[in-house]
């Protein structure tokens, strides 16, 4: 994850809300509670990692404020897509369309018609490319500098 927020990031961020990032992004660890959290390795590496969830909180970690462990109601609210990251070494080569992909799938197995994502900027491109549609783009200053984040989503 810290990998991911460090590198992947560059292009779109500088280095104080790279920071500010690593404070408001990382592992959820109710994602693993839930059994809802993927990892893809590669020959033993770690490529990918990335869930989604059926509870109200949209982003963010453990130690990320406003958290609200609610869960959502299938028939009217989106599924979330949460904690996506891949490995710099392994861009570009379908970890982050594999990991969609499950989190879509296990959705729709538990009734959600809708998913929703908080994206990065660094996201922004693999989440329109897989059908993900742009709405609010906000910026989060809990970690000090403000963040841009992109709210996409997409009907199953």
């Not at 994850?1 to 590198?7: F, G, H, K, P, W």
């Not at 963010?60 to 070494?89: C, E, F, I, W």
Request: net charge negative; aromatic share 8%; hydrophobic share 40%.
């Amino acid at each position: 994850m810290d990998a991911a927020i460090a590198e992947l990031q560059k292009p779109f961020l500088d280095d104080a809300q790279i920071r500010s990032s690593r404070s408001i992004m990382g592992l959820d660890t109710q994602l693993v509670d839930d059994g809802t959290y993927f990892v893809v390795e590669h020959d033993g590496v770690l490529a990918g990692c990335g869930g989604w969830s059926r509870r109200t909180t949209m982003y963010g970690a453990d130690q990320s404020p406003g958290r609200n462990a609610a869960l959502l109601d299938p028939a009217k609210d989106a599924a979330r897509v949460r904690a996506m990251y891949t490995h710099p070494a392994f861009v570009r080569r379908g970890v982050g369309r594999l990991i969609l992909s499950l989190c879509e799938n296990a959705a729709m197995t538990e009734g959600f018609a809708r998913v929703e994502l908080a994206a990065t900027m660094a996201g922004e491109p693999l989440y329109r490319a897989c059908g993900y549609h742009p709405a609010e783009k906000f910026f989060d200053d809990r970690g000090g500098a403000p963040v841009p984040i992109l709210m996409m989503s997409k009907t199953l």
